[in-house]
C-alpha cells in the first residue's frame, strides 16, 4: 500500500472516531511507524509501505481512534522549542503552559541570571528545563508527588544537557523539602480542574493523562490553596510565585491571595483571552 492510501483510510478511521484534524493526524502516526518526517510523508505519496510497517502504522491508528493521545503513542511533544518525552504517567505538555515560562523569564530578567529555581508538580520537568536552557547559570530542584513521573523528568533533564543543574525529589508539595531551602522563584502547573468538569473533558485527557495530575478537591483549588499557604516559607524577600491557573478560577484566586505574604503582579492571559498565569511576588 502507498503513502498516500494509508493516510487516507486512517484519515477516515480517524475521522469517525471524532479525533479533529484526522488527516494530520494520520500523516503524524505514519511518520513516528515508519521512521520517517513530515517532509517524507508529504512528499513521497507514490512510496509503498512493506508489510511490518502497515502492521504497525494500523496499530498506531487503532489507538488514536480508541482516544489514545498522539503524544503517548509517539512519546514526543514539543514545548518552548524543545522535544520532551512523554508517556502516560505525566501530562502533556500545552502551549498555554509556555505563559508561565515567558513570565518567569520576564521577572528574572533584572536578575543576576542566576536564579535558583522550584518546579512543584514537574510532570515531564518541561517547565524548569526550558528555564535551565533559557538561563543558563541557574539551578532548579524539581519536585512532584509521583514517582514514575520524576523518572521521566530525569531523562529529559538528560535528553536537554542540563542534569548537572537539577535536582529532583519524590514530595507531596514541600513535604519533602528540606527546611530553610530557599528559592529565587517557584512554579507551578498545579492540578485545577474540578471534580465535576472532570466528566466534561476530552477523552484524551479523561481517560489517559493521570488523574492526580489534573485534579485536586471537588473545586480543583486545594493544590492551589497549599501553593499560596506555604511557597513563602521556601521563597527568598523578595521571591516570586508563578501559578498556572484553570479557565474559571482567576477571580477564585485572587480572593485566596494574603495580601499581607504576597503582592499581586499579574493575572495574565493566554492567547485565548483567558486568565491563565498569576504572578506573585512575596512580601518581604
Known amino acids: 500500500m502507498s503513502i498516500a492510501l494509508a493516510i487516507l483510510q486512517a ?130 530542584v524539581a519536585i512532584d508527588i509521583s514517582p514514575a513521573a520524576i523518572m521521566v523528568a530525569k531523562r529529559n533533564a538528560a535528553r536537554q544537557t542540563v542534569k548537572e543543574r537539577i535536582g529532583f525529589v519524590a514530595s507531596d508539595c514541600f513535604a519533602a523539602i528540606a527546611p530553610g531551602s530557599s528559592f529565587d522563584l517557584i512554579v507551578s502547573n498545579p492540578p485545577y480542574v474540578s471534580g465535576e468538569a472532570m466528566s466534561g473533558l476530552q477523552r484524551e485527557v479523561r481517560d489517559y493523562e493521570p488523574r492526580i495530575a489534573l485534579t485536586a478537591g471537588l473545586d480543583g483549588l486545594a493544590m492551589i490553596s497549599r501553593l499560596l499557604s506555604e511557597s513563602g516559607g521556601f521563597l527568598k524577600d523578595p521571591g516570586y510565585l508563578l501559578l498556572e491557573i484553570g479557565f474559571d478560577q482567576g477571580a477564585a484566586v485572587a480572593r485566596m491571595i494574603n495580601r499581607r505574604l504576597w503582592k499581586l503582579l499579574d493575572i495574565r492571559q493566554d492567547l485565548g483571552g483567558i486568565p491563565r498565569t498569576v504572578a506573585l511576588q512575596k512580601i518581604a
Open 11 to 140: 484519515s477516515q478511521i480517524l475521522q469517525r472516531s471524532g479525533v479533529p484534524e484526522a488527516r494530520r493526524e494520520s500523516g503524524s502516526l505514519l511518520g513516528y511507524a515508519i521512521g520517517r518526517d513530515r517532509s517524507f510523508i508529504i512528499s513521497h505519496g507514490e512510496h509503498l509501505l512493506t508489510a511490518e510497517q502497515l502492521e504497525s502504522f494500523r496499530d498506531c491508528v487503532e489507538r488514536r481512534a480508541r482516544g489514545e493521545p498522539l503524544q503517548y503513542i509517539t512519546g514526543h511533544q514539543e514545548f518552548f522549542g524543545l522535544d520532551f518525552e512523554v508517556t502516560n504517567a505525566v501530562l502533556i505538555p500545552l502551549p498555554e503552559t509556555e505563559l508561565l515560562v515567558e513570565t518567569a523569564l520576564e521577572l528574572l530578567s533584572g536578575s543576576d541570571a542566576a536564579p535558583f529555581i522550584c518546579d512543584v508538580g514537574t510532570g515531564t520537568g518541561c517547565i524548569a528545563l526550558a528555564l535551565l536552557h533559557e538561563l543558563p547559570r541557574s539551578r532548579a
